[in-house]
């Protein structure tokens, strides 16, 4: 006889998905505006780079003192927080008219990618361990809100202007936040950690899991989340598209990674993540060293980089599957703190490689060298590291 499931597991587990994507989309706010901001400014590819990648990076840091909150309040309370502290940045960044002010908020915009943190160890205590792949890669999805900030927020500023536009979602957010505190509710198992979160966080850095994990989700969560704010910018640059237009095609890119982690969750149950891993981490090196060719749009090149976003995505869904097998549930949520942020800041610092290498080659080619061997030394890594896991 199957196990009984709790009630409410599929409606909390869509809840959690619906304000991940939310976050997501106000997270991702600036990286479909980046030429018009360009223009307006006068910014320099660096300056732009810049721009594009500093909301990541406190949307990477932050998730380690909010994957530890979450362990102590729970994933209810912390999503409607999340909601509410970004309506700030948000607001503030759709009335800056300045490249510093567009810096300073841009940095607090972060707070909205933090959310990923939460839902995390919110979604796997509502699920047993021989579901949490599957159950985390669904969540994972939520990144698709990238997908809806690259397709919709360009037109959206078309329609209704900027300032209109970042007043709108500033009411979502309101709303999803409220939506959670009313709806939303904590696994029926879940327990508030009562350890202080600076000793859980020591305990924490002190699994290797932690740092193995971190690894490998700072290459392919970081190069989704490189690709996803960056590529509008490098689309324009190389291939001469259109605001619109690149916003269209980063939409794509992001959907095909959308749709790829939660197959990444639900492969690494049925055949473990270490395969999983293993082919998306492959994948990676050969699609970055086809795309250092600068092949002509759209084929190859979408087609090649359609491939990088499955690839990339099988890879976000196999690093958690792995994070549940290798590491307790009560301590989940720290780990994922910690491995959260360096997949976040594994997609800060490409942006601006690649904006540096634009100023000084005129070209992306060395940038999409250096993906290929960062992606060949994680899947080195995870062939000598965890050979036995899959089969343990």
């Excluded at 990144?143 to 007043?167: D, K, N, Q, Y």
Aim: net charge positive.
């Amino acid at each position: 006889m199957s196990e009984e499931r709790p009630a409410g597991q599929t409606a909390n587990l869509a809840l959690a998905t619906a304000a991940f994507a939310l976050t997501f989309w106000a997270w991702n706010l600036i990286g479909p505006l980046s030429s018009s901001y360009s223009k307006q400014l006068g910014l320099s590819p660096t300056q732009t780079s810049a721009l594009v990648a500093v909301p990541v990076l406190v949307g990477s840091l932050g998730r380690i003192p909010v994957g530890a909150l979450t362990d102590k309040v729970g994933g209810r309370l912390m999503f409607a927080v999340i909601c509410f502290v970004s309506i700030v940045p948000v607001l503030l960044v759709g009335w800056a008219g300045s490249f510093g002010a567009l810096l300073l908020w841009g940095f607090v915009l972060g707070v909205a990618g933090t959310s990923f943190a939460v839902g995390i160890p919110f979604v796997s205590a509502w699920y047993e361990p021989a579901r949490r792949g599957m159950a985390t890669g669904v969540f994972g999805a939520g990144m698709g809100g990238t997908a809806l900030s690259a397709f919709l927020t360009p037109r959206l500023v078309e329609w209704l202007g900027r300032g209109a536009t970042h007043v709108a979602m500033a009411v979502t957010l309101a709303a999803m936040g409220v939506i959670m505190l009313l709806f939303s509710r904590n696994a029926p198992g879940w327990q508030p950690m009562t350890e202080p979160a600076l000793p859980r966080m020591r305990a924490a850095t002190k699994i290797k899991a932690t740092w193995q994990c971190a690894f490998l989700y700072a290459v392919a969560f970081g190069g989704f989340v490189a690709f996803s704010t960056y590529l509008p910018t490098l689309l324009e640059t190389t291939y001469h598209f259109t605001q619109t237009g690149a916003g269209l095609r980063t939409a794509g890119f992001s959907i095909a990674a959308v749709l790829a982690r939660p197959l990444g969750g639900v492969l690494s149950d049925r055949v473990g993540p270490v395969r999983v891993l293993t082919v998306s981490f492959a994948g990676v090196v050969v699609m970055a060293l086809l795309l250092s060719l600068n092949p002509p749009a759209e084929l190859p090149a979408g087609a090649e980089y359609v491939l990088m976003a499955v690839f990339l995505g099988l890879g976000t869904g196999g690093v958690f599957a792995l994070v549940a097998q290798l590491v307790e549930p009560t301590r989940v949520g720290t780990v994922t703190g910690l491995v959260g942020a360096s997949g976040g800041l594994g997609g800060y610092f490409p942006p601006l490689v690649m904006g540096a290498v634009l100023a000084l080659t005129g070209t992306y080619t060395i940038g999409y060298l250096l993906l290929a061997v960062t992606a060949f030394i994680a899947l080195a890594y995870t062939w000598t590291a965890f050979r036995t896991t899959d089969r343990r």
